[in-house]
T-cell receptor, first 108, second 112 residues
């Protein structure tokens, strides 16, 4: 079954500490993976897509096919990073499967 | 470009009432979808469309209808509202696979 798992509902880190938001997936085929961010009561915004291998707001994510993971990382957390983060997988042509999300709280 | 526009932003319905959530995009995107967002459950796909005249069911389609008469518009109809449909609804569109979705700002629906 195609699935995206985000094992942590809440992740709290101190400002300046490294951040890793975990995402594991189950998919038979070559996956296309994304990270979305949702700031308080706002719309979801695309943060990263694995195809482009870009770094946005200091965040990076590497696709590890062996471990079927796409963890989101940032070396030094900032308070403005506090948000809900969703990992998503494209299934088939365009159907997106989302994880349940991880709330990141960056403490001062 | 306005992007993806959803109306209304907030709505309160009584059980049994019907209504339509509007979604429009001006980016000429082929793919459009409706999701509901519930605490602890992430986003769940309700219905989706790959182009005008073509729609299909997602993960949680019961109680909802959609149509896609134009590329721009993808309304979601609640046939007979139930308290279980209290949620935040997001419309999203995409140009093609691999580009990622553009989301609307959401509609917060409460059914009493």
């Amino acid at each position: 079954a195609q699935r995206v798992t985000q094992p942590e509902k809440l992740l709290s880190v101190f400002k300046g500490a490294p951040v890793e938001l975990k995402c594991n997936y189950s998919y038979s085929g070559s996956p296309e993976l994304f990270w979305y961010v949702q700031y308080s009561r706002q719309r979801l915004q695309l943060l990263l897509r694995h195809i482009s291998r870009e770094s946005i707001k200091g965040f990076t994510a590497d696709l590890n096919k062996g471990e079927t993971s796409f963890h989101l990382k940032k070396p030094f957390a900032q308070e403005e990073d506090s948000a809900m983060y969703y990992c998503a997988l494209v299934s088939g042509t365009y159907k997106y499967i989302f994880g349940t999300g991880t709330r990141l709280k960056v403490l001062a | 470009n306005a992007g993806v526009t959803q109306t209304p932003k907030f709505q309160v319905l009584k059980t049994g009432q019907s209504m339509t959530l509007q979604c429009a995009q001006d980016m000429n995107h082929e793919y459009m979808s409706w999701y509901r967002q519930d605490p602890g459950m992430g986003l769940r796909l309700i219905h989706y469309s790959v182009g005008a005249g073509i729609t299909d069911q997602g993960e949680v389609p019961n109680g909802y209808n959609v149509s896609r008469s134009t590329t721009e518009d993808f309304p979601l109809r609640l046939l007979s509202a139930a308290p279980s449909q209290t949620s935040v609804y997001f419309c999203a569109s995409s140009y093609r696979q691999g580009r990622g979705y553009t989301f609307g700002s959401g509609t917060r629906l409460t059914v009493v």
